[in-house]
């Protein structure tokens, strides 16, 4: 009786939409779609492990994370960054039997590439290891979610997947950056390295308390305990490349980030959405439910926040696709 009025007072949904032809908006159909798409034919164990509490797309593939610590993905799998085994791209939910014996508190999706991090604080990775965005010391790919060697001893917190690197965040504030790095993503240096496939720690962050982390595209950000939002890498709207990790110069306190291909989207504590970046592909669907708001510096010239009007989901941005998780309630469905 208990469960089936939790049932009934909470009903998870997916919605996806944009570039569909890799299978990654989980629709069975090899389309693109423009306006937002209701996930309904799911296999019946696609929820059997508990709900989703995170999403998230990369170039053309998904990672599920359920509240039990397990993984399902879809999608594009040619690089093996579906985990499976194989490198075969599917077109409906499928869990990543190789992570069962695990359970898993954080995902990230890169443009083909996927990393894993447990509840013991273990990193693994799979998919493209082309520029060593894997973190093994080499270049080889890998279709089976594989341990990352070097984080030991150390207790990993989060890991964000870019195009072609990735950062990780471990308990204790430091970060690590490997794979591309020619736009100054990874933060490692001051010089111009292309790419490392062995982890190395950030610098220009000593002394900052951080505590979430973001990768996409050819960005990289950082979120402070007291609000503060560092970025670095290729620059948005007319700025040129930051090498060395650059606060965002606003008065606004922020608590979260979602960096996209062209675009960031941070969350205030007051719970208001700003945009810095462009809009392509329709991501945002009605654009003009914003209004334009300079909070940076003159230094800054050529970027500026957009307030957008949004509702609260669990977002989750690809290269050119995004996927909705949303919660409702009878209480929700009671005010619509």
Not at 58 to 82: E, F, I, N
Not at 145 to 173: E, N, Q, T, W
């Amino acid at each position: 009786m208990e469960e089936s009025e939790r049932d009934k007072e909470e009903e998870e949904e997916i919605w996806s939409w944009g570039v569909g032809t890799d299978g990654q908006l989980g629709t069975t159909r090899l389309e693109d779609e423009k306006l937002p798409q209701l996930l309904l034919d799911l296999p019946s164990s696609f929820f059997s492990v508990g709900p989703i509490s995170l999403l998230a797309c990369g170039g053309a593939h998904v990672l599920a994370l359920t509240t039990d610590g397990k993984v399902v993905t879809w999608g594009r799998g040619t690089s093996g960054q579906l985990g499976h085994g194989d490198m075969v791209s599917i077109f409906k939910p499928k869990h990543v039997n190789s992570l069962e014996s695990l359970v898993i508190t954080h995902v990230s999706a890169g443009w083909s590439h996927s990393g894993f991090v447990s509840d013991m604080g273990c990193l693994l990775t799979c998919g493209d290891g082309s520029f060593g965005q894997l973190g093994h010391g080499d270049c080889n790919s890998h279709c089976s979610p594989l341990k990352v060697s070097y984080f030991d001893s150390k207790h990993v917190d989060k890991m964000a997947c870019g195009m072609r690197h990735s950062l990780v965040l471990i308990k204790g504030d430091t970060i690590y950056g490997f794979g591309f790095g020619k736009r100054g993503q990874l933060g490692v240096s001051m010089d111009n390295i292309i790419s490392i496939s062995l982890p190395q720690a950030t610098v220009g962050l000593e002394g900052v308390e951080i505590i979430s982390i973001d990768a996409n595209g050819d960005h990289s950000a950082a979120l402070s305990g007291d609000g503060h939002l560092y970025t670095r890498g290729r620059g948005f709207g007319s700025t040129s490349d930051v090498h060395c990790p650059r606060r965002l110069p606003s008065s606004l306190c922020f608590i979260q980030v979602a960096l996209g291909w062209n675009h960031m989207l941070v969350l205030t504590g007051g719970g208001e959405v700003f945009m810095l970046g462009g809009n392509h592909h329709g991501v945002f669907g009605d654009p003009q439910k914003g209004s334009l708001v300079k909070h940076l510096c003159e230094e800054s010239r050529g970027e500026a926040l957009m307030k957008m009007k949004f509702w609260n989901p669990i977002k989750a941005h690809g290269g050119f696709h995004n996927t909705i998780l949303e919660i409702m309630t009878e209480e929700y469905q009671a005010n619509t």
